[in-house]
């Protein structure tokens, strides 16, 4: 079995950093919590960019076959 071996980028590097302190697990918690919202709030507004470049909208058009 080959195991592939890449260099970690910014962000594990900057969680093993703090992850290697002895943390609550109650703060722990909700470090994963802000970083949930924080990546569910980017992915929305993406979302939201992509409906408004699209024209989309929160209606459904019914389109009738002829």
């Given at each position: ?53 699209k024209g989309l909208t ?9």
């Open positions: 079995m080959t195991v592939s071996r890449k260099p970690l980028s910014n962000v594990p590097l900057e969680l093993l950093k703090i992850y290697s302190a002895d943390i609550l697990d109650n703060d722990l918690l909700e470090l994963k919590r802000i970083l949930a919202q924080y990546f569910a709030k980017k992915a929305i507004a993406n979302a939201a960019n992509v409906w408004k470049e929160d209606t459904i058009q019914v389109i009738q076959a002829l």
